[in-house]
């Protein structure tokens, strides 16, 4: 394993929380701009719902940003990310789960998707922190 010194930010990490954040913005802006449509084609009842959630994810974008691009990792933001990555993750294999009857078939299988995805980022970033050795 590559140990990082106190004067870098693993690039690992830096790649992974500027997927991160740029994944989350574009679902941001696909659930903002077409809740409508993407509700009716996941065949949720209360679209309005996704863009509440895409008003949520620009807030996380902008906290993975900032993280980011910050010439050192602060661990308790990046821990704070991967946790939040690792509740969204819990919260889709809930959502499917105990509440399978409020999506199709389209709306089951881009929650697992976007659950992969945000695993991946979550793995990403655990092994980026785990890089950085602080002196």
Do not use: H
């Not at 789960?97 to 409020?102: A, E, I, N, S, T």
Request: glycine share 8%.
């Amino acid at each position: 394993m590559n140990t990082v010194t106190t004067n870098d930010f693993p690039p690992t990490l830096r790649k992974a929380l500027f997927g991160n954040a740029a994944f989350s913005l574009c679902s941001a802006l696909l659930f903002c701009l077409a809740y409508q449509e993407l509700g009716g084609w996941m065949g949720l009842d209360a679209p309005w719902l996704l863009a509440v959630i895409g008003s949520g994810l620009f807030l996380f974008a902008a906290l993975i940003g900032f993280t980011g691009t910050r010439p050192l990792p602060n661990p308790a933001l990046v821990w704070t990310i991967i946790v939040a990555d690792l509740a969204w993750v819990v919260g889709s294999f809930v959502l499917l789960k105990g509440f399978r009857d409020l999506l199709n078939t389209n709306g089951q299988l881009l929650v697992w998707a976007i659950a992969f995805v945000v695993m991946v980022f979550a793995v990403l970033q655990i092994v980026g922190l785990r890089q950085y050795r602080p002196a």
